[in-house]
C-alpha cells in the first residue's frame, strides 16, 4: 500500500530471527539505527562519514607559529 509523498506502507510477516525490510526502502543506505521506544520501532539511516576527511577544514588562521605541537589549544579554545 503506498501513499502520496516519500510514505510507504509495507506489512511483512515476523519470522523467528525477525523482520527483512526491503531494499527499495533501504535505497543509498549503507547503516542504520534501529531503536524502540515504548511500543514503536524506528529504523534510522546514518550518515557514515569519515572523521579524516574532515582535517584540515577549519585550519587555524593568523600569526600562529606553533600549531602543530599545540593544535588543542587553538582548535577547542571558543
Not at 5 to 15: M, N
Amino acid at each position: 500500500m503506498s501513499y502520496p509523498g516519500d510514505v510507504l506502507v509495507k506489512k511483512v510477516q515476523v519470522a523467528d530471527d525477525g523482520v527483512l525490510i526491503p531494499k527499495q526502502l533501504l535505497a543509498g543506505v549503507q547503516e542504520v539505527e534501529i531503536r524502540k521506544e515504548q511500543h514503536v520501532i524506528f529504523i534510522v539511516p546514518m550518515v557514515v562519514e569519515d572523521p579524516i576527511l574532515q582535517l584540515g577544514a577549519y585550519p587555524i588562521m593568523g600569526e600562529v607559529t606553533d600549531a602543530a605541537e599545540h593544535h588543542d589549544q587553538y582548535l577547542y579554545q571558543p
